[in-house]
C-alpha cells in the first residue's frame, strides 16, 4: 500500500496528473518490482510515463533509445520542465556539449538519459555505461528491431547487448504498432526476460475511416481538397509516396488557398524545422510530407491524416492515420489509391537491398495493405483483426463502408 502511496505521490507531484491511464500502472510496477515489459500502446496512449516515472523513483540513471533526434530534444524539454534532470546525447552536438553531458552522468546528476541505438553500440557509451550504473532501459519504436516491422532499422538489432552488459537491469519496450510476430520477435531479440506483456486496444474510437480508390490523377487530387476542405479548419498531414510528390501536393494546395507546406528528408534541417514549427504553431494548416514527418509531433489537435498514396503496409498506416486526433476528438482519415499505386510499390520493394529487406514478407504486407483497401466490410472491424484484436460489433458505424451499408439499407427500405 505503501509504494502505491509513494506511486501516486509521484505522479502528481512530477507529472502533474491524478490518475492512470489503462495500462500504465500496472506497467510501472512490473518495471519497479524488476521484471522486463513489452508494452503495445496506442498513440496518445501515455507510453512515456511509463518508463518515466519509474526513472525518478527507482533514482541513478535510466537510459531511453529513441530513434529521433527530435522526439529526443522535446521529451527532454519537457522533462527540465517538470523538474526531473534529464538529458540526450547525440551527433548533432558540439564535442563539448557532449563531455558536458558525459561529466553530469559520472557525477549521477542526469535521471533520465535519452540516446540513439547507434550510440548504444559504441564501445566507449558503454563503459560509460558500466560506470554509472543504469537503472532501467527503456526501448522507444520498438517494432524498429524486427525484419516484420514497417520500420526496421539495422542498428536496432544491437540493442540486444544491453542484456549481454546490464543481464540483471529490467528493460521495457515500447511500441504503438506492432503485429503478433513483431511483438514476438521485439521479445527474442531484446532477450527479455519471460516479459510482462500489456496489448492495449488499438481501436482508435474518435477516427473515421474512409477509403476511396481514384482513377485518375486528376480524381485524386478533387478528392483531397474536398477532403480538406470538408475538415475546415482543421489542421492535418498529407502523406505521399515520394519527395517530387510531396512538393507538387503542397503547390497544388497552395493554389487552391490551402496554406500548405512541404516535408521531407532532401530538405535542410533548418527547413524541415522551420516547417514543423510553422505546423505546431498553427501557422500553416497543412504539412504535405513523406514518412519522415510525424513520429514525435506533439500536436494533439490534428483532425485529419490523408494518405495521397497507399502505404506499404498496415501497420504504417495504422501508425501515421493515428496522428490524427491524440486529443481523443472526432477526427478523419482518408487512404486514396489506384490499381497502379501497388504496382509502383511492389517494384520499388523489389529494387530494395535483399541484405537489409525480406523481400517476400514486405510483398505479402503489401498485398494485405491492397486486400485491405477493396475490401467492403467494416474497415474498424478488419483492420483491428489484422493486429490480432476482435472487435465487439459487426459494424462500426463510422467508416465508408458502414456508411454505404447504411445507405443501402434506406435504399431498400423505399
Not at 37 to 63: D, F
Not at 213 to 223: D, G, I, L, N, S
Not at 302 to 328: C, L, M, T
Not at 372 to 387: H, N, P, V, Y
Amino acid at each position: 500500500m505503501g509504494d502505491e502511496t509513494t506511486t501516486q505521490k509521484t505522479l502528481e507531484a512530477f507529472f502533474g496528473l491524478t490518475s492512470f491511464r489503462p495500462n500504465q500502472e500496472a506497467i510501472i510496477s512490473d518495471i519497479l518490482a524488476g521484471r522486463d515489459v513489452l508494452a503495445i500502446m496506442a498513440t496518445g496512449g501515455g507510453k512515456s510515463l511509463c518508463y518515466q516515472l519509474p526513472a525518478v523513483k527507482l533514482g541513478g540513471l535510466s537510459v531511453v533509445v529513441s530513434p529521433l533526434i527530435a522526439l529526443m530534444k522535446d521529451q527532454v524539454d519537457s522533462l527540465l520542465d517538470q523538474g526531473i534532470e534529464a538529458a540526450l546525447l547525440t551527433s548533432g552536438q558540439t564535442y563539448d556539449q557532449r563531455k558536458a553531458v558525459e561529466a553530469d552522468i559520472k557525477d549521477g546528476k542526469i535521471r533520465i538519459l535519452y540516446v540513439s541505438p547507434e550510440r548504444m553500440a559504441l564501445p566507449a557509451f558503454q563503459q560509460l555505461l558500466r560506470e554509472a550504473g543504469p537503472r532501467l532501459f527503456a526501448i522507444d519504436e520498438a517494432h524498429c528491431i524486427s525484419h516484420w516491422g514497417h520500420q526496421f532499422r539495422k542498428d536496432y538489432r544491437s540493442l540486444s547487448l544491453i542484456r549481454d552488459i546490464f543481464p540483471e537491469v529490467p528493460i521495457i519496450a515500447l511500441t504503438a504498432t506492432a503485429t503478433e510476430e513483431v511483438r514476438d520477435d521485439i521479445v527474442r531479440e531484446l532477450r527479455l526476460r519471460s516479459p510482462s506483456r500489456y496489448i492495449g486496444s488499438f481501436d482508435r474510437e474518435n477516427i473515421r475511416y474512409t477509403v476511396r480508390e481514384v482513377p485518375t490523377e486528376k480524381e485524386r487530387f478533387r478528392r483531397l481538397v474536398q477532403f480538406i476542405s470538408n475538415n475546415h479548419p482543421g489542421s492535418g498531414i498529407v502523406y505521399c509516396r515520394s519527395r517530387k510528390a510531396v512538393e507538387e501536393t503542397a503547390e497544388n494546395l497552395r493554389e487552391r488557398g490551402i496554406p500548405a507546406l512541404p516535408y521531407h528528408a532532401g530538405l535542410s534541417a533548418n527547413e524541415r524545422t522551420r516547417v514543423q514549427n510553422a505546423f505546431l504553431r498553427g501557422e500553416i494548416r497543412v504539412v504535405s510530407a513523406t514518412i519522415a514527418f510525424g513520429m514525435g509531433i506533439d500536436k494533439p489537435d490534428v483532425r485529419f491524416v490523408a494518405h495521397y498514396h497507399p502505404p506499404k503496409d498496415i501497420e504504417s498506416f495504422y501508425q501515421e492515420s493515428g496522428r490524427a486526433g491524440r486529443d481523443g476528438k472526432p477526427s478523419e482519415s482518408l487512404l486514396l489509391y489506384s490499381r497502379s499505386d501497388f504496382k509502383i510499390a511492389e517494384k520499388l520493394i523489389k529494387q530494395e537491398n535483399s541484405e537489409t529487406v525480406d523481400h517476400p514478407a514486405r510483398l505479402a504486407k503489401l498485398s494485405q495493405m491492397a486486400v485491405w483497401c477493396s475490401g467492403d466490410t467494416c474497415r474498424r472491424r478488419t483492420l483491428l483483426a489484422l493486429f490480432g484484436e476482435k472487435y465487439p460489433a459487426t459494424l462500426c458505424g463510422y467508416c465508408d463502408c458502414c456508411d454505404a451499408l447504411k445507405r443501402q439499407k434506406r435504399a431498400g427500405k423505399r
